[in-house]
């Protein structure tokens, strides 16, 4: 299985502030990446696939790059409504699995 | 605008069974891999399972195959998974979702695995 590592595993930003999280997976995955943002008590939200499309409807300031088994996602300014958990998602192959998260505050 | 509605979920003893669906609309459901992902309380998500466009193909994560059986229905626009022999580890949040980068999400519906 292909493990996906994420950090940090909580950070918190001022506001403006430019926010990244990173994901390293334990193998090439030639971007076949997803990032989702998941707010308490809410489904997550699909923001960023195959490391660097941007989901119809995400706020430009979200981005993602990478390339090989190391990935990020920049905030490249940060708002009160990016609080959150942000998951990677290696969808390259199955068992399709995910990073541990990373939960973001508004400091 | 895209909807997907879970149900059948609740309370089960160890070792029952349980089968929930979803219900989509708004898009057109065979054009679509269809998906289930669960999330334990307080944990982060966990892929379960993965159905190709007309069934044919199917996919489960090693701790749940032999025990559920993922289906769906294009007529009906669903998605299903039935789940036997269910262990407290089971317990969790299901979400049926689209896609291999899973696009859409159904609010989730709750699954509880204890005696």
């Known amino acids: 299985d292909i493990q996906m590592t994420q950090s940090p595993a909580s950070l918190s930003a001022s506001l403006g502030e430019t926010v990244t999280i990173q994901c390293q997976a334990s193998?090439?995955?030639?971007?076949?990446l997803a990032w989702y943002q998941q707010k308490p008590g809410k489904s997550p939200q699909l923001l960023i696939y195959?490391?660097?499309s941007l989901q119809d409807g995400v706020p430009s300031r979200f981005s993602g790059s990478g390339s090989g088994t190391q990935y990020s996602l920049k905030i490249s300014s940060m708002q009160t409504e990016d609080e959150g958990v942000y998951f990677c998602q290696q969808g390259l192959k199955y068992p399709l699995t995910f990073g541990s998260g990373t939960k973001l505050e508004i400091k | 605008e895209v909807q997907l509605v879970e149900s059948g979920g609740g309370l089960v003893q160890p070792g029952r069974s349980l089968k929930l669906s979803c219900a989509a609309s708004g898009f057109t459901f065979s054009d679509y891999y269809m998906a289930w992902v669960r999330q334990a309380p307080t944990k982060g998500l966990e892929w379960v399972a993965s159905i190709s466009y007309d069934g044919g193909s199917t996919y489960y994560r090693d701790s749940v195959k032999g025990r559920f059986t993922i289906s769906r229905d294009n007529a009906k626009s669903s998605l299903y998974l039935q789940m036997d022999s269910l262990r407290s580890e089971d317990t969790a949040t299901y979400y049926c979702t689209t896609g291999y980068y899973f696009d859409y999400w159904g609010q989730g519906v709750m699954v509880t695995v204890s005696s």
């Open positions: 193998e090439d995955i030639y971007s076949g």
């Open positions: 195959g490391a660097s």
